[in-house]
């Protein structure tokens, strides 16, 4: 009797996965077109974008070339694609983006996710932290960057055992960062831990010497934190939804605040600082997405979000809008991953696809 009682339990919990997850997939969710301005794709991106860092003079750097852990899932050019960091220039915006040369130290293999740029307020350097999935392990490279040479040299590779599965970094200090762990297992096998809900996902603070974890849960994506260093925010694209933590400078923990439902599949996030506000990739359709990765060819629709907080100083997101900044159907861009504004651009990047830029000419709020 306990037995079948038990067994009437499991099912009942396996369905209801089920059906959450089927919503949150969106299958028949179509991506809709909606250009703030006009748009171009940025040559020569063609094997992805995932991830952008702006500097404060214009300057983004685009992660690309991204390799999916799970080569049975993913598209078989995917394995072949050269990891690369480009930099575009929102300055000169009619200009094609430039690869910048990488270090010799990073070797041949460089599979790039995640990036963030830390800005010595004083000195000006610029360093790039850089998720790599290195085939040894998982790595933070930390990049200084040298605009005249248009190259990085290597300030150092961090290794931790901490770090599982690096989707992406945030910088706050010259080599302090968090990182957030999307799974525990690398490999195929990380499809059984989404899918059972495990919460082996894990946000985790490096001061420079040492890690530790300072949060634990599913579906963890991305992260950013806000200028003044107070506010750590951390996407869950499957929750379709963005945490806020009130970070504890002095010991790196954080501790949670408020989650934000967005409504869509957001993937990384970017902090436009002039205003506070909140940007977003993402996918309207995380059925479609899948279909992509695993062929290229097949588009996926792209949306980017924008959070506009309405809320006091001390308590920005208390209260907020939630807008839809621009739309495709995947021609132009599919399954968009990243986004960066500066003045009135809006450079948009993929998981491994193109890139565009569109001009916003709409008023922003
Ligand atoms: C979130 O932060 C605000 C501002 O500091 C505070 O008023 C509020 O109580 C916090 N909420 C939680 C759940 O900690």
Redesign the pocket.
């Known amino acids: 009797m306990i037995f079948k009682a038990f067994g009437v339990m499991l099912l009942v919990l396996a369905v209801r996965r089920f059906w959450k997850m089927s919503l949150k997939v969106e299958i028949y969710k179509k991506g809709y077109i909606n250009r703030p301005g006009p748009c171009r794709n940025v040559l020569p991106i063609e094997t992805g974008s995932e991830d952008i860092a702006l500097a404060s003079n214009g300057i983004a750097f685009i992660s690309s070339g991204f390799k999916n852990y799970c080569e049975h899932a993913s598209d078989p050019r995917n394995k072949l694609f050269v990891g690369r960091i480009y930099k575009f220039d929102f300055n000169m915006p009619n200009e094609d983006a430039v690869e910048v040369n990488l270090p010799n130290e990073l070797g041949e293999y460089f599979n790039p996710h995640g990036v963030s740029l830390w800005q010595d307020p004083i000195k000006g350097e610029m360093r790039l932290f850089v998720a790599n999935h290195r085939q040894e392990g998982e790595t933070v490279e930390i990049l200084r960057y040298n605009n005249e040479a248009n190259s990085f040299s290597l300030v150092r590779s961090v290794r931790h055992e901490l770090f599982t599965s690096v989707n992406d970094v945030v910088a706050v200090g010259p080599d302090s960062f968090y990182a957030a762990n999307d799974a525990y297992i690398r490999g195929c096998w990380r499809i059984v831990e989404a899918f059972l809900g495990l919460p082996w996902c894990t946000v985790v603070y490096y001061d420079g010497k040492d890690a530790q974890i300072v949060e634990k849960g599913e579906g963890f994506n991305s992260l950013a934190v806000s200028e003044d260093g107070s506010s750590v925010f951390l996407t869950i694209p499957f929750d379709q939804q963005v945490n806020?933590y009130?970070r504890h400078k002095k010991d790196g923990s954080l501790?949670?605040?408020?989650s934000i439902e967005v409504g869509c599949t957001i993937d990384n996030v970017f902090i436009d600082h002039t205003t506070g506000d909140l940007w977003f990739g993402g996918h309207p359709s995380a059925h479609v997405l899948g279909k992509h990765i695993a062929d290229t060819d097949a588009k996926a629709p792209s949306q980017v979000i924008r959070v506009h907080p309405k809320g006091p100083v001390?308590?920005p997101f208390?209260s907020y809008q939630l807008f839809s900044s621009f739309g495709d159907d995947g021609e132009l861009v599919s399954g968009s991953s990243s986004v960066a504004l500066y003045k009135n651009r809006l450079l948009i990047g993929t998981i491994v696809h193109k890139a565009a830029i569109c001009e916003i000419n709409t008023v922003r709020n």
């Open positions: 806020i009130k501790e949670f605040n408020r001390d308590d208390s």
